[in-house]
């Protein structure tokens, strides 16, 4: 089941969330996230936190209802995805090279150390033909593209689940 504290708690400001689960996989969930708000989902597995995000996307069909979101929206999936190619491509993802926000979204991610270790940086290549990167190094290349697209809204469902406690912590303090 689908749950947050503001639901409960319900003091102003804070998004509102109402989820009423059925007996089936589906449920109803009233949910409104204003700019600059953050929002945290909780649930145990399979109560549909991914769906949630799925469904925002448009990925999902809904049943009935509808999903209203304002501006650019950029997503980091629960497993991440990496494709063939350098690192610094994957984190650019076709945008323009600004070396200042580049360079902070590494430190942002704690990935400066990583691409220090790495033989040739950030033009390291990864997949097939060049290194693999560990779990959690996946998953902060995902957070660091995701970052550098300076969107209005960001999707990340389960960013630290493959990075310890601390850099865990390093990232949510963004
Ligand atoms: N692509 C899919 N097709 C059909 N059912 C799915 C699909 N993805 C997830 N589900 C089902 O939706 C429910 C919620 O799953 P999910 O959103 O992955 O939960 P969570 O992210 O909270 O672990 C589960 O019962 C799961 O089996
Ligand atoms: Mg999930």
Known sequence: MLQSRSAMGASPGTPRLKCQ??????FKLVFQARRG????????VGSGKSSLLSCILGEVPKL???VRTCGTIAYVSQ??????????ENILFGKEMDSEKYDRVLELCSLKKDLESFPSGDQTVIGERGI???GG????????RALYQ???????????????AHTGSHIFKV
């Not at 689960?21 to 589906?26: A, E, G, I, Q």
């Open 150 to 164: 300076d969107a209005d809204i960001y999707l990340f469902d389960d960013p630290f689940s493959a990075v310890d």
């Open 64 to 66: 009935s209802g509808v």
């Open 137 to 144: 190094q996946k998953q902060r290349v995902q957070i660091a």
């Open 37 to 44: 708000m953050r929002v945290a989902v909780c649930g145990t």
């Open 79 to 88: 497993s991440a995805w990496i494709q063939s190619g350098k690192v610094q």
């Open 132 to 134: 693999n990167l560990s």
């Open 21 to 26: 689960r059925s007996r089936t996989s589906t």
